[in-house]
């Protein structure tokens, strides 16, 4: 809706109130009396009514380049007002753990642009402690992490997901349909390192085990190569075996598995930027719709 600073500016263009009227869609007594309320909020008139139109008078000259600095910043207001809407070169800032980046935040990122393709990302990709640091500083606008991890914040849990043992091909254990976590750790154990809170050693000391934990590995797939080449044993999630070459691999099972409740955090909704919180309702209606068609 356009204000009285902007009719009037129209007017003084035109010269005329039924033109504008008849732009704007009002009718030519509704654009001379907002004129006319302007002129009484300002305590002076601002337009010579003519026979054919009007024009500013000596006071209007006077007040008229403020007016039009007005009506100008309302416009660069409700244009911005338009980009955010359309999210407009907006950055939407992401902190994940390093193992759900590939198979749920890129297609999510992929989803979200086909709306909004001028959106950009920004990804930082580490640790659960790195991820809640990251959110609590501000470096980011949001983490994808395991909500066991962290405490205090906004969040919508998306799915959980149970680590799965891995050993090398044509080990004995091929025989057994499930494992346990005795038998993850009477090997050698390669360690998925997830920093200071780790899903695979809480459950090693939670059910009283304790793991050779012979190398301690950040990147998954390096694991996985470890394991096929013979080094030792690990646990990693079933996300990671869908994109690696796993069929060589001996993959079970674990009867007390390692779970981890991966979930979308905030801190603030409030303050959070516009594009970042559209990028959340977009994850929240996302998942909604996978419960409801499982």
Known sequence: MISR?????????????TRVGEELGYSQSAISQTVKGLERELGMTLL?????????????QEYYPFILR???????LEQKRQELYGLENSLVRIGAVTSVTRNLILPLMHRFKETYPTVSFGLLQGEYTNVE???????????????????????IPLYKEAMMAVFP??????????????????EPFILLDEG???EALHAFSQNGVTPDVAYKVSDNFTVLEMVRQGFGTAMVYPSILEDAKSEDLVVRPIKTPPIRQVALIWKNWDTMPFAARQFVIFVRNWHKKREESL
């Open 70 to 76: 007005i009506w100008t910043a309302e416009q660069a």
């Open 48 to 60: 010579e009514r003519r026979k054919d139109g009007v024009v500013l008078s000596k006071d209007g």
């Open 5 to 17: 600073y902007g009719i009037f500016c129209k007017v003084v263009e035109y010269g005329n109130f």
């Open 196 to 198: 200071k809170k780790s």
């Open 169 to 186: 091909p044509g080990h004995p254990v091929a025989r057994k349909r499930v494992v346990s976590l005795q038998d993850v750790a009477d």
């Open 133 to 155: 640091e990251w959110v609590n500083d501000g470096a980011v606008d949001f983490g994808f992490t395991d909500l066991k991890m962290v405490s205090g914040y906004e969040n």
